[in-house]
């Protein structure tokens, strides 16, 4: 059983954090509810018994948890108890520049939010989301295909980009 040190953890922290809290903003849709689910998952690389492979396996890992803990999070009894989801349509996104944009693609649902993401905004191969969120390559294409529409009629429909 592999432990970390205080040392490794806190590189593991500042190498991946930005990436594990955009992707609970992105399913959160609120900066708190990141905040605390991108800590979660943090406390959890702290009790993984097992070390990486390597960087790649570390990243995957860490996307592949943080999706989990915002599911868990959005499935927990006390969401369904709070305040009307309107309250939760705000977002807070510190990069990139363009609200509009980022106010679109949280409207999105997960599926649709998560893959965009992973795709424009981290770089991955619609095979490599697949092998990370163990889909089918051709459904996450597809997912991907249908998000750029949904997006692109929203952003008509608000007027950006026309002429």
């Known amino acids: 059983m592999a432990s970390y040190s205080r040392e ?3 590189t593991i922290y500042r190498r991946n954090f930005k990436l594990v809290y955009q992707i609970c903003l992105v399913l959160m849709k609120n900066v ?5 689910a991108a800590q979660t998952v943090f406390h959890k690389v702290m009790e993984r018994g097992e070390a990486f492979h390597d960087p790649e396996h570390e990243r995957a890992w860490l996307i592949v948890t943080a999706r989990n803990e915002c599911r868990d999070q959005l ?26 944009v980022w106010e679109q693609v949280a409207a999105l649902p997960e599926k649709h939010r998560l893959v965009l993401f992973l795709h424009y905004y981290q770089g991955y191969t619609t095979d490599e989301i697949a092998g990370l969120l163990k889909e089918n390559p051709s ?3 597809s ?3 249908q998000a750029r529409k949904k997006l692109k009629l929203r952003l008509e429909a608000e007027g950006y980009g026309t002429p």
């Open 143 to 145: 997912r991907l295909v």
């Open 75 to 100: 499935k927990h009894w006390w969401r369904r108890c709070r305040e009307d989801a309107s309250a939760l349509e705000t977002l807070t996104w510190e990069e990139p520049s363009d609200g509009l």
């Open 8 to 10: 490794e953890i806190e």
């Open 32 to 36: 708190p509810d990141a905040e605390d």
């Open 139 to 141: 459904t996450v294409r």
